[in-house]
Each structure stands twice: as structure tokens, then as C-alpha cells.
């Protein structure tokens, strides 16, 4: 280290260089390169998808790399799993904390490398409790170590998983998303913190959406899209205008089947919906033959929101109105029942059934339309099973392959195949085409686009904005729960969606 | 036997490899079952005799009803550890009515059903609603229904039965014992709905991904509630049979047959953790148990070493089922 400063070379903590690496049908990164400074706050900012997540994970070992290479402390490492990480001091301080509830702070803390007496293995409680106290002032805290963490709330936990990282001496920490489930005041404890640790020469890499955090807390910010590397400023040299061009400056190719349907009444009206502190006084309506696309950074509201129209969750307040009617949708068979279908953006937990086949799947919904008193019509399931197959052209050796063994793509069809033989009038798509290869997004857009011109009304969200704008008539932009935009399609401009997406600017349109 | 034919397969490059072993996936089973009963009916001479073979279908009738009912509630994931009591209850409830110039035969037949069914009702509604894991209603459930049928028998057994009510499990039609019929009508039931209805495949539905199956407007409450009250039934429905065929109603009969039915379900091919699984395999399952002890009866294996085989094969017919899955 000392000898790569003296030959004048920076002296960055962590190089990553070239860094490549593909998914199945997915080009994940592409050379993509990162440089932190000792005692630096880095942010790393991008759209959803563009990268951010993998090249952390590529850091921490639990990706390889297809190409590239990462040098740590000026040396060049070969990080195979996060254990490797951690004792060259690099820790990642995930999204989702999981820690170990039933336990004590310490105990946490201790996970895996618990102090022991010579004889017997008996673990050395009062270390433990001594050290742990010691790591917590290090940060500013006073804690009793023999604390359960259920009785933690969010910020704590995660004050819990910084301070592990600490008592792993690591240098570099990472944070996904930090303040995404803390609010003010806790926010400002964070920082708090991480000033702390950065005046003690660590550095951060901070992942956020929320623009105003990064101006607040970093000193240099990098922006990735598409898995690209688009470039690094010191934070205080970069307005925000030419910060959201970065983040989504790139052409717009009209490679999108969408066609122009006349559309037709409201299908639709959804007026000042509320879901506990998700959803928060949306008001909009759809119309038949339209596509309104939603767009949003991660934790927008969106997914939560077509959950409470579908019934899934409980509206806390708000009238939702079907052709003009005043209708409650309080359970998944109540929208079902008012011909809603909602094709979730998690096929795994709410779409399919993996462990049966194909068609089992889709004819699950509408099964009662092919029964003659409870008994099945297997002839008639089997040739209306057939038909789907084949206008969603889902490749399938036979009906009775199992859902788990198709592709992404085509368990998607399956998923689109099975509600749309509900003949729906409203159908909600909640990233449709999230992890599918490229062709199969493409059939998917067509098959969206169909369904339009058939005259069904269709809530598209998706967090890729070239298919937002390509694929919608309008556009509604939220914000943590809120309706921060509307779009015209001829008005539609990814730097104002990305200004009403991260809360920068309000905007409202009448059509 | 599975596992040497599929490494045998795997040494001859010039077989294809996927099909055999794909039709050892889905058959392993049946394959197993027929490779046992060629080899005890060459190892033991009487094994093979319409008799012998009789009596096993027979021994087996009263297991195999029981984990026809216990396929439905493992396909959901689910579990039933009340049957065995539930057996008992029902046993000492039917035979309470079934004295000589009381009743006529169907009121002893139908309180062991009903209150089957019932106690089947109470598990599914308290799982349903009140979002508690199976195995702890069930296993709430089997202390409750055991010690019922003690309060309401003192503990003593109920002799005293009609002939009508004893030919139930103890006489013959065209040579067959009648449990043997029983048996064949709880698996047509079972079969036809678990194979051809709406119910069955929401069963299935619930089993393979709940969310899921909510989301397409599954009713999961009433189809979870449904499948313990039939488990809750065929039990009720055994416990008239063991009854009839012993000519005792005991509060203590059926002790451990939950496990019994466990044991033939998983052997059958049903996954406990839900969502794949069929009668037939249980029949199947039901019917190696069966012949297995009935076997080692023959060639004078004590019982004390009959209850580790069965152990064995229990856990070997999981080993395998599971190696077989991971081949797809």
C-alpha cells in the first residue's frame, strides 16, 4: 500500500476493474469499474436493474465474475464468498437484516466465533458483553449487550449490523438501501454515524434511490445503467439535473410493438386509495383499450397498490369504481369476481404453482368454467389448455411438464395464459417482464399489446423506463406512496419521469 | 432396489439414460412393490396362498383407509395426528349403539362417521381460522378424541354387538373379507376426488404454492377445512371397521395408527411438504407395509426386528424418492 502511494499512484481502498458478468439471456454488467477513497463516502445510484446489487455481490464473493478484477488495498484479491470478504474487511450491511431474534445483542454480534473458555467450549459471556459494549461506544452508543434483538426496532438492528461490520475491522462497508425502512430521526443517527466511521478512515459505498440522502452523506457518487458504467463525480461538482441525464440519458429506440388503440369508457376509477402508509391517496382512472403504465423507483408503492386493488391487501381508505360502480374488492375472489387479473411481480410466490403442471396451472382460476358439478371435463380442460399454449406460444414438451422445469419466459406465459382465459376486463401486469430473456420479453410486449387492441384495460408497472414509455398510452409516476406525475404518451420524457419518480418535482396532467 | 438400477443404467452409455430414469421416478414404486412380492413369495411357500393373501388385504384394509384420508391432508402440506384416537372415539361410540335390539346397523355405522367427521371439522376449522400449524391442532386433537372415548367408556371396552354390526369386519362376500371392500371404496373415493374434481386440484393448489392459490381465487379455508374433515371421516369410518372386527369397542384401539397411515402416504410417494402426491401411491405404500410384516411373520423374523425394517424402508423410500427428483 505504502509503496503504491509512493509511486503516485491514488491510494483508493477498493479497485474494481472491468468487472463483466451474464445471467442466463441477461447481461448483468458490462466492464463496469469502481474506485473509493480511503475514509470516503461513495454512493452508487442507477435505476432499478442497473446493476448496482451484482457488482456488490460480486465484491462479497456471492457472484464470480465472468471477467475483471478487484483490487483491494492495492493488492489484487480473488473474493470467492462473503466469509472471504469479511476477514479481508469488506461488509455489507443488506437490505433485508437478517439477525437471530431470540438472542442477545452480544450474542448476535458473536454469531459463529463466540469467545470460549480453554476447556469445554464454554462460551465466555462476560467478553462478549464487554467487547460489545466497547464496539457500540465506538459509534457514539450505549447499549446493554444482554438486550434481546426482538425488542429492537429497524434503526437499531441496523446500528447492530454496522457495528458487527466494525467488529470485524472492516474497512469498507457497504450499505443497500439503508433508510429504506427508518425514517427522520434515524436518519440522521445514521449519518451521524457513518461520519464517525469515515473520520476513522473506513469507507462507505452507499446504495440509495433517494437523491437528497446523497447530496446530504457522499463525497463522490457513481451512476450505473443498463449494467453499464456510466461515470464518477465528486458529489459537490454534480448538480442534479445532469445527475438524473446519467442515470437515464440513454436512446430511446422505438423497438416497442405498441400500436395506437381508440380507446374506449372508463373501466376503472380509482379515487383517493389509501393502504396503511404504502399507498397514499391515489386517485386515477383507466380506460379500455389503454395501457397506463406505472412508474417508480423500488419502495414507490406501486406493487403495494395493485395488491389492494386485487384484494390481497386491506384499504385503509379510498372508492374504487368498476364501469361506473361503487365495488369493494376485500379478497383476491371479490376482484376475480369484478373480471380483475393480476399477473404479481413475484410468479414464484403468487403466480404459479412449481410443483404442477402446466396445465394445472392454467386452467387453476377458471376451473369451475370446465367442471360439470365438481368433476373435471379433462377432455375440455386439455383442448382449451392446448389453445393457450399456443397463442402464448409457450414452450412446453407436453401439458404435464411441471411449472419448475420451463424457463422464466415461458412460466410468465403461463402465468398471463391462465388469467387471460378469465377473460378479463382489467388486467394488471406488476413487471411483467422482470428476468426474462430478451426474445421473450419481446413475445410479451406483443401479447400486452394484443390484449389492448382486444379492448382490455391494462396497469402496466414496470421499473424499466424505455418499456414504460414505450409500451404506455400514459403514464402515472409515484413517490413513496404518492402520485408525483402524469404523462401524456406524446409528453412522455424519462429526465421529468426520473424528477417525479425521486420526489425532485410534482407534476400533474390533465389529458 | 431403486438406486442399483439406476447406477446399472448410468454405467451403459448406450442406454438412454433420462427415460429409465424418469420412469423410475414415476414407477419406483409400483416397481419396488412388485420386486418385494416376488421375493417373498419365493422365499416362503405359504406366502403365495389365496389365504395368506387374503388376510393381508385384510390386515391392511383398516391402514389404507385411514391414509387415504391422510394423502389429501399431507398434499396440503398439512399433517393429522388425531386419526389414531379418532379411531377410537368412533369405535367406542358405534359400539355403544350397536348392542343386540337397539338400533338398526346404520345408527351405530353413522355416529362413527359423523363424529369422525366432526373432530375432522374442529382440526381443519382451527387450522383454517386460526392460523395454527397442523401438527399442533392434530397432536392437541389426538389427546382431546383419545381421552373422550376414555370419559365415555370409563375406560372399560364395549362388548355386546349384533351379528350385523360384526359381519362389517369380520365376514366375507364371495370369499372376500369385507374391509377388503371398505378399503376399495375409500380409494375409489379418495381417487375420484383427488384425480377428477375441482376439489382435488385445489388441493393440489393449496399444496404446491397457498399463495398462489389464494391469488387465483382458490378458497383455501373451506378446501383446508374439507380435507381434515374427510381424513376426520375415513378414520371415523376405520374405527367402525377395527370395531366390528375385534367385536370390542376399545377406548384404547388405534393407538399409534397415525403413523402407521404416515408411514404408507410418504412410502406411496406423497411429499410432506405438499403439493405432489396420489391415492395410488398410498395404496401402494399401504400394501408394502402390509406385505412387509406379513412376510417377515413367515420367515419368523420377530416383530421386534419387523418394526426396524419398516423404519428402514421408510426413510429409504424417501432417500430415493428424493435422489429420483433431483435427476430431473
Redesign the interface.
Known amino acids: 500500500m505504502v509503496e503504491a502511494a509512493v509511486a503516485g499512484n491514488e491510494p483508493f481502498l477498493l479497485e474494481m476493474r472491468d468487472i463483466t458478468k451474464s445471467f442466463p439471456g441477461v447481461q448483468a454488467l458490462r466492464s463496469v469499474g469502481l474506485k473509493v477513497a480511503k475514509g470516503s463516502v461513495h454512493a452508487l445510484i442507477g435505476e432499478n436493474g442497473a446493476g448496482k446489487s451484482t457488482l456488490m455481490k460480486v465484491l462479497i464473493g456471492m457472484y464470480r465474475a465472468d471477467a475483471g478484477e478487484i483490487l483491494f488495498r492495492g493488492r489484487k484479491v480473488a473474493i470467492l464468498d462473503p466469509g472471504e470478504a469479511l476477514r479481508l474487511g469488506i461488509s455489507m450491511i443488506h437490505q433485508e437484516l437478517n439477525p437471530i431474534p431470540g438472542m442477545t445483542i452480544a450474542e448476535n454480534l458473536f454469531v459463529g466465533r463466540e469467545p470460549t473458555f480453554p476447556l469445554l467450549g464454554v462460551v465466555n459471556r462476560s467478553l462478549m458483553n464487554r467487547n460489545t459494549v466497547q464496539w457500540f461506544k465506538e459509534i457514539g452508543l450505549d447499549i446493554d449487550p444482554t438486550t434481546k434483538v426482538a425488542a429492537l426496532n429497524v434503526a437499531e438492528r441496523q446500528m447492530l449490523e454496522i457495528v458487527k461490520a466494525i467488529s470485524c475491522n472492516a474497512d469498507l462497508i457497504i450499505m443497500d438501501e439503508p433508510t429504506s425502512a427508518i425514517t427522520g430521526r434515524e436518519v440522521e443517527k445514521l449519518f451521524g454515524i457513518i461520519r464517525t466511521l469515515t473520520a476513522k478512515g473506513k469507507s462507505v459505498i452507499y446504495i440509495s434511490h433517494k437523491i437528497d440522502e446523497l447530496y446530504q452523506i457522499s463525497d463522490v457518487i457513481t451512476v450505473l445503467r443498463d449494467g453499464q458504467y456510466i461515470g464518477t463525480r465528486p458529489t459537490a461538482e454534480l448538480d442534479r439535473q445532469t445527475l438524473i441525464s446519467m442515470m437515464v440519458g440513454r436512446e430511446i429506440s422505438n423497438l416497442f410493438p405498441k400500436e395506437d388503440v381508440a380507446l374506449g369508457p372508463v373501466v376503472l376509477e380509482v379515487q383517493g386509495l389509501c393502504q396503511s402508509d404504502k399507498v397514499k391517496d391515489i386517485s386515477f382512472t383507466l380506460r379500455q383499450g389503454e395501457i397506463l403504465g406505472i412508474s417508480g423507483l423500488m419502495g414507490a408503492g406501486r406493487t403495494e397498490m395493485v395488491e389492494t386493488l386485487?384484494g390481497?391487501r386491506k384499504a385503509s381508505r379510498g372508492t374504487i369504481r368498476i364501469h361506473g360502480e361503487a365495488v369493494k374488492l376485500g379478497s383476491?375472489?371479490a376482484a376475480?369476481a369484478h373480471r380483475l387479473a393480476?399477473v404479481?411481480e413475484d410468479r414464484k410466490?403468487?403466480?404459479?404453482?412449481?410443483?404442477?403442471s402446466v396445465k394445472?396451472n392454467v386452467t387453476?382460476?377458471n376451473?369451475?368454467q370446465y367442471?360439470l358439478g365438481?368433476?373435471?371435463r379433462?377432455g375440455l380442460e386439455k383442448s382449451v389448455c392446448a389453445a393457450q399454449i399456443e397463442r402464448f406460444n409457450i414452450r412446453t414438451y407436453s401439458q404435464a411438464q411441471?411449472a419448475n422445469?420451463l424457463s422464466g419466459g415461458n412460466q410468465q406465459k403461463v402465468v398471463i395464459a391462465?388469467w387471460i382465459l378469465t377473460d378479463p376486463d382489467i388486467i394488471i401486469l406488476d413487471e411483467p417482464t422482470r428476468g426474462i430473456d430478451v426474445a421473450a420479453k419481446a413475445e410479451i410486449h406483443r401479447i400486452i399489446v394484443a390484449l389492448a387492441k382486444e379492448g382490455k384495460a391494462i396497469l402496466l408497472i414496470s421499473s424499466e423506463l424505455p418499456e414504460i414509455m414505450g409500451m404506455s398510452d400514459r403514464v402515472l409516476v409515484l413517490h413513496e406512496g404518492r402520485l408525483t406525475g402524469e404523462f401524456a404518451r406524446e409528453d412522455l420524457d424519462q429526465e421529468s419521469i426520473m424528477m417525479c419518480a425521486t420526489g425532485q418535482e410534482q407534476r400533474s396532467q390533465v389529458q | 432396489m431403486n438406486l442399483t438400477q439406476t447406477t446399472s443404467a448410468t454405467r451403459h452409455p448406450e442406454l438412454p439414460r433420462v427415460p429409465v430414469r424418469r420412469v423410475l421416478a414415476k414407477y419406483g414404486i409400483y416397481i419396488a412393490f412388485a420386486v418385494l412380492f416376488a421375493i417373498l413369495s419365493f422365499s416362503s411357500p405359504s406366502f403365495l396362498s389365496v389365504q395368506n393373501i387374503l388376510n393381508v388385504l385384510r390386515q391392511t384394509s383398516l391402514n389404507g383407509i385411514i391414509a387415504v384420508g391422510m394423502t389429501f391432508v399431507i398434499i396440503t402440506g398439512g399433517i393429522d395426528l388425531s386419526v389414531g384416537a379418532i379411531v377410537a372415539v368412533a369405535a367406542v361410540l358405534a359400539t355403544s349403539y350397536a348392542h343386540p335390539g337397539a338400533y338398526p346397523i346404520v345408527v351405530p355405522v353413522l355416529m362413527g362417521l359423523v363424529f369422525g367427521a366432526l373432530a375432522g371439522f374442529i382440526n381443519g376449522f382451527t387450522i383454517a381460522k386460526g392460523n395454527i400449524a397442523p401438527f399442533i391442532v392434530t397432536l392437541g386433537m389426538m389427546t382431546i378424541v383419545r381421552g373422550t372415548a376414555l370419559v365415555y367408556t370409563g375406560g372399560r371396552p364395549i362388548i355386546g354387538l349384533t351379528d350385523q354390526y360384526k359381519w362389517i369386519g369380520g365376514g366375507y362376500w364371495l370369499g372376500i373379507p369385507a374391509p377388503v371392500y371398505f378399503f376399495l371404496l375409500a380409494v375409489l373415493i379418495g381417487h375420484f376426488l383427488l384425480a377428477?374434481?375441482?376439489?382435488g386440484?385445489?388441493v393440489?393448489?393449496i399444496?404446491?404454492?397457498e399463495?398462489?392459490?389464494?391469488?387465483?381465487?382458490?378458497?383455501v379455508h373451506r378446501i383446508i377445512i374439507a380435507v381434515y374433515t374427510l381424513a376426520g371421516l375415513f378414520a371415523g369410518f376405520a374405527g367402525v371397521v377395527l370395531s366390528s372386527r375385534v367385536m370390542t369397542g376399545s377406548p384404547v384401539a388405534g393407538l399409534g395408527y397415525e403413523l402407521d397411515a404416515i408411514a404408507a402416504v410418504v412410502i406411496g410417494g406423497t411429499?410432506l411438504s405438499?403439493?405432489?402426491g396420489s391415492i395410488p401411491g398410498t395404496i401402494v405404500g399401504a400394501l408394502i407395509i402390509g406385505f412387509m410384516s406379513n412376510g417377515l411373520d413367515l420367515l419368523n423374523v420377530s416383530s421386534y426386528y419387523q418394526q426396524i425394517v419398516k423404519g428402514m424402508i421408510i426413510i429409504v423410500a424417501v432417500l430415493v424418492d428424493q435422489k429420483n427428483k433431483q435427476v430431473?
Request: hydrophobic share 40%.
Open positions: 386485487f390481497l383476491p375472489n376475480i393480476l404479481s410466490l403468487y403466480g404459479l404453482n412449481l410443483k404442477d394445472n387453476l382460476v376451473l369451475a367442471c365438481g368433476i373435471v379433462q411441471i422445469t391462465k | 377428477y374434481t375441482k376439489f386440484r385445489h393440489y393448489a399444496g404446491g404454492n399463495q398462489a392459490a389464494r391469488v387465483s381465487g382458490v378458497k411429499s405438499g403439493g405432489v430431473k
